[in-house]
Each structure stands twice: as C-alpha cells, then as structure tokens.
Nanobody
Framework: QVQLVESGGGLVQAGGSLRLSCAAS????????IGWYRQAPGKQRELVAT???????NYADSVKGRFTISRDNAKNTGYLQMNSLKPEDTAVYYC??????????WGQGTQVTVSS
C-alpha cells in the first residue's frame, strides 16, 4: 500500500507562485513514477505533469514552461513548482504514484485558487 498526502495549495494572485508537495508513506521503496493531475469544477481530471524513476518528465502543453515537477526519493516526496499562475490553473490538484506491486495510488487533493 501507498498513502499520499498533498499540501501547499492555497489562494494566490495571477502571476504568483506555489509549490505543491506530495508526501508518500507505506511501500515507498517500489514507486517508479509520480504524476500530478488537476480537476476544475465541471471539467474532467487532466494530467499536469509526470516524472519517472529515471527523472524523465513530461508536461501538459498548458503548463509547459511554467510548472516544474521533481522528486526527492530520500524524503519520499514529490513536488510541483508552479510559476506564472493563471486563473485557468484554478483546480484541485491530485498526486498519483505508480507502484510496482500496488499499482496507482491517489492523494485527497489540494485546492489551488488563482485570482485575477
């Protein structure tokens, strides 16, 4: 089992920055990928960014150049640095971890609200 807890969300003005954290516990020794997703009211959940165990990354076109995904395996934590935030970034952000044995695990999400 893997348990994930997101933190770092909040209210920020357009153009500002936030850093989200995803703390993992449980069977963390076999996590090979971490992803961030988001879901805005009335919309489907969408992929924001992923990072592999080899530190390969990919990003949604809408956040490329503004967001950076990273991980610190020693701390069992993933991060999403969000810069130049826009009102359309407003959503609940969810962390996902792919585990070799347990498959995908999800956190409860953290709210990000960007005001204009």
């Amino acid at each position: 089992q893997v348990q994930l807890v997101e933190s770092g969300g909040g209210l920020v003005q357009a153009g500002g920055s936030l850093r989200l954290s995803c703390a993992a516990s449980g069977s963390t020794f076999s996590i090979y990928a971490i992803g961030w997703y988001r879901q805005a009211p009335g919309k489907q959940r969408e992929l924001v960014a992923t990072i592999s165990s080899g530190l390969s990354t990919n990003y949604a076109d809408s956040v490329k150049g503004r967001f950076t995904i990273s991980r610190d395996n020693a701390k069992n934590t993933g991060y999403l640095q969000m810069n130049s935030l826009k009102p359309e970034d407003t959503a609940v952000y969810y962390c996902n971890a792919d585990h070799r044995v347990w498959g995908s695990s999800w956190g409860q999400g953290t709210q990000v609200t960007v005001s204009s």
